[in-house]
């Protein structure tokens, strides 16, 4: 399946779903009203039985479980069964004694003839923690041989040293759409865009939208990102 412009359409939902603590039914609906072909989740499980819990928050979606959970630090990454996954891997970031470990999932993927590396992260509330964890975070982007896809909770703006780090060299959906005047936290008083996708060059962005609806207001503290693409196809 091809787009008109002869590349290969993927629909991609990053969204800090809140370790579920809000609406789980509202939390499903919104979702599967996206339909999306990648879901890149903040905030999932990540502790006794993860891999259960995974699976039917997956299934609560309409989606499968593609990399993530526990070894990610709470990162999951879902896909549709339109999306081929041949290969994962996670990533822990450094431990700063007394603050909260955090990681990255990652997650190369094939969908008609276009590859990419699908790549979720949450960066710390600690303004001291986060440029280490971006960098590592990008070192993994940076190495990358496919088209990267990567959306994160990165806890703070665009003006941020941790957010300039990540963004290096990559387009950020919402400019890329000239929306980034879109807030996505927090859904009770929308005041910051602190959640971001950033794609490939090689990637181009359809559509973005921030899902502000009282659904998602009620689905969860962060809006869902939800972004239209077009991959390069290889072949």
Known sequence: MSGAGGGV?????????HSQRDDPAALAAVVRAAAPDVVIVQEAPRRFRWRQKSATLADSFGLVVAAGGLPSLGNLLLTSLRVRVYGTRC?????????????AAYAECRVGGARFL??????????????????????????????????ADLNEGPDGPAW???????????????????????CADPRRRIDALFVDPRVTVVDYDVVDTPLTRRASDHFPVLVDLLLPAVD
Request: charged residues 20%; glycine residues 6%; aromatic residues 6%.
């Open 9 to 17: 359409p993927l629909r991609v939902v990053s969204y800090n779903i």
């Open 91 to 103: 990533q822990r970031y450094p431990l700063t004694p007394g603050r909260h470990l955090r990681g």
């Open 118 to 151: 699908l790549a979720g992260s949450h960066l710390s509330t600690d303004p001291a923690e986060r440029p280490a964890q971006a960098a590592a975070f990008k070192r993994e982007l940076a190495a990358a041989t496919l088209p990267v896809i990567a959306g």
């Open 164 to 186: 300039r780090t990540v963004a290096a060299g990559l387009t950020d959906a919402a400019v890329a759409a000239d929306r980034a005047d879109r807030h996505t936290y927090p």
